[in-house]
């Protein structure tokens, strides 16, 4: 197997002490460099991670997981010899075969971010709600269309030092991946997507991202300002 | 109706001024001098009525009093959009803030915890 040190993990933590130890040692088993941002839990994540072999970084206060993911990949980019990054979710719902795959992409090909998509191959393991709500987002996002994205809310992403260098979230909360697709966009990273799997676990679902802060998130982004600081 | 005119009108140039000057001291300005125009307004409203509605007439809206009723729903909608940017803008100062703290308080795995792979003493799951 490639040697993985110059891959960091970012992982956004809200909460998550159930799993987030083994999730951890999970992926740590191909990947050495993992931060986690404990988002100012309340479970005692921060401790489960203490063991786990990962860096921790943490948040005074809960603050939301765009401004967690933004953290990790400030600290992750200030580390020596870190090269590639990936936004990967604390509960298990990513698979990091899926990453190597990214990532010998990221590597091979002119691209400096690799976003993953639910609706390449089959879709039918996504609850249909969902996959229909997914898919509204892409049909009026004239700029998803436009990067030939199929799916903006996927919490599994991997860049390159040039994006990590320029990613700048400013919404703190779940409106980040729009965000990130509007930085795509004006900053012109080149951009590509790749087939993932997302497990669909129980414990994923009742946690998951709920249908109604859909609307947040659309008005937190028509609502962006023009200030730029 | 010219009211409907004024009305829309004054919503959207509002609206896109604030979205995209947001912040600057220009638009703290704007936002004063609107404000002294609308108490010197309500001053003249008070004092003579009858020139509201001679305005609100000339408009076309009914009496001085829907006029005022018409404005202060605009003004009530602005103060809004500024105090939700300026809540904004604060959680962002914030979120700086508390992830320069977190930066500077990270911590590095122990390294006894990074060779061990199979078994882990310091905690089991």
């Not at chain 2, 009525?49 to 605009?74: C, I």
Request: neutral net charge; glycine residues 8%; hydrophobic residues 45%.
């Amino acid at each position: 197997m490639a040697d993985q040190s110059d891959v960091w993990l970012v992982v956004p933590v809200y909460n998550e002490a159930q799993v987030i130890a083994d999730v951890v040692r999970n992926a740590l088993e191909t990947f050495p460099n993992i931060v986690c941002v404990d988002d100012g839990s309340r479970d005692g994540s921060a401790e489960a991670i203490r063991g786990s072999g990962a860096h921790l970084v943490q948040h005074p206060v809960n603050l939301g997981q765009g401004a967690a993911i933004q953290t990790g990949v400030e600290y992750a980019r200030s580390q020596p010899g870190a090269e590639y990054f990936v936004t990967f979710d604390a509960d298990g719902q990513h698979q990091v075969a899926d990453v190597l795959r990214m990532l010998e992409r990221l590597r091979a090909e002119p691209v400096d971010i690799i976003v993953g998509t639910r609706f390449k191959g089959d879709a039918s393991h996504i609850p249909l709600i969902k996959r229909v709500v997914l898919k509204t987002v892409v049909a009026v996002s004239p700029r998803l269309r436009k990067l030939k994205l199929s799916d903006a809310h996927n919490g599994l992403r991997v860049f390159n030092k040039k994006v990590a260098d320029e990613l700048r979230i400013t919404l703190n909360g779940m409106g980040h991946a729009s965000q990130i697709v509007d930085q795509i966009s004006q900053r012109g990273w080149r951009v590509t997507e790749e087939q993932v799997e997302i497990l669909y676990t129980e414990y994923s679902m009742s946690k998951g991202q709920s249908l109604i802060n859909g609307v947040n998130i659309l008005f937190d982004t028509a609502l962006k300002t023009g200030s730029k600081r | 109706m010219l009211i409907q005119f004024l009305l829309i009108g004054t919503v959207i140039v509002l609206l896109v001024f604030f979205l995209r000057h947001h912040g600057t001291t220009k638009t703290a300005a704007g936002v004063k001098i609107g404000f002294a125009l609308f108490m010197v307004l309500a001053a003249v409203a008070v004092l003579r009525p009858a020139d509201v509605s001679k305005l609100a007439e000339f408009v076309g809206v009914g009496r001085g009093t829907d006029l005022l009723l018409y404005a202060l729903v605009v003004a009530f909608g602005f103060a809004t959009i500024n105090t939700y940017l300026r809540f904004k803008e604060l959680e962002l100062r914030y979120a700086r803030l508390a992830r320069a703290i977190a930066l500077r308080n990270a911590e590095a795995p122990k390294h006894e915890d990074l060779n061990v792979d199979a078994e882990d003493p310091a905690r089991s799951a």
